[in-house]
């Protein structure tokens, strides 16, 4: 088995979710005179690809470190929605089911194409990954829960629709341009859609459930889209953590792999060598679906 890199590059560049805490990185050390290097970090648990834990939203749930490696581990699929959602857009479980099969206990990667505007692509724009993204609605969330998915990860700024969190209030220029579209669209204003009742559903009404999501995803996802593949997430064993910065893999077998990078051999990539999404067109075609 080889590993396909899932997550985005961390760095202090990287974007935290609106108001947390960044990544801040200095040295209190140098080899010279110390005879080391040696940094302190300092950051929230929402900046780069990390994983919500149930404690984030549900006070009885479990930590990081209650989070089983059977649990982060497993089958899952990479459901690519860019061709039928785009700004503000409302994504359901029929565009998902009609691209692939979902099973009981799968983990379930949503590629919306909105890491291409994530802070390592050449098209890089931070109010489209944090506040323009699409997100579900209630319909969603009662189907992963009664699908059995196991956790969720999503190549945006979060799991939830940005116009159905505080991000709202936030930036109202763009929840003005949100609610022209939901009435266009639609045909309900923005804040008729997402009421208060539904308000961050992808958080309040599946934690409790034990269902939680991974978000900022990124890395080669592209190479995979519609297809399945052994997903691993590993956050720290953190004890009393809330979320976590953590790295998501996808595991396929070597001769798998050996052809998923000579399609990688024919895209540009960033300067970290991760594919640049965005301009990589040939990618929607020609790879094996499940």
């Known amino acids: 088995m080889k590993l396909i890199d899932l997550s985005i590059p961390l760095g202090i560049g990287t974007p935290a979710w609106p108001t947390y805490e960044p990544l801040?990185?200095?040295?209190f050390k140098r080899l010279a005179p110390n005879g080391a290097n040696g940094q302190i970090l300092t950051h929230s648990n929402h900046v780069g690809t990390h994983?919500?834990?149930?404690?984030?939203?549900?006070?009885?749930g479990k930590d990081m470190a209650g989070l089983g490696l059977d649990f982060l581990f497993g089958d899952g699929v990479v459901v690519d929605l860019s061709d039928c959602c785009k700004e503000y857009d409302v994504y359901t479980s029929k565009m998902v089911e009609d691209r692939v099969e979902v099973r009981r206990g799968d983990i379930l990667i949503i590629h919306t194409g909105f890491h291409h505007f994530g802070w390592d692509q050449p098209t890089a724009d931070e109010i489209s990954y944090m506040v323009k993204h699409p997100g579900p609605d209630r319909e969603f969330a009662e189907w992963a829960r009664a699908k059995g998915v196991r956790w969720i990860g999503v190549d945006c700024g979060s799991a939830d629709h940005p116009m159905n969190t505080i991000i709202r209030e936030w930036c109202p220029r763009q929840a003005r341009e949100a609610d022209r579209h939901f009435r266009q669209k639609y045909g309900k204003p923005l804040a008729e859609y997402y009421d208060d009742?539904?308000?961050?559903?992808?958080?309040?009404?599946?934690?409790?459930?034990?269902?939680?999501?991974?978000?900022?995803?990124?890395g080669d996802i592209d190479l995979l889209l519609n297809q399945r593949a052994q997903i691993g997430c590993f956050p720290w064993r953190l004890v009393d953590g809330e979320s976590c910065i953590c790295r998501i893999v996808a595991f396929v077998d070597d001769a798998r792999h050996d052809e998923l990078m000579k399609a990688k051999g024919a895209c540009q990539l960033t300067k970290w060598g991760d594919i640049a999404g965005a301009k990589a067109p040939q990618l929607h075609v020609g790879i094996r679906k499940p």
């Not at 801040?24 to 040295?27: A, D, G, L, T, V």
């Not at 994983?51 to 009885?60: N, Q, Y």
């Open 197 to 218: 009742s539904k308000y961050q559903l992808m958080h309040l009404d599946l934690f409790q459930h034990g269902i939680i999501h991974a978000e900022c995803l990124g």
């Open 51 to 60: 994983l919500d834990g149930e404690i984030h939203f549900f006070t009885p």
């Open 24 to 27: 801040q990185m200095k040295y």
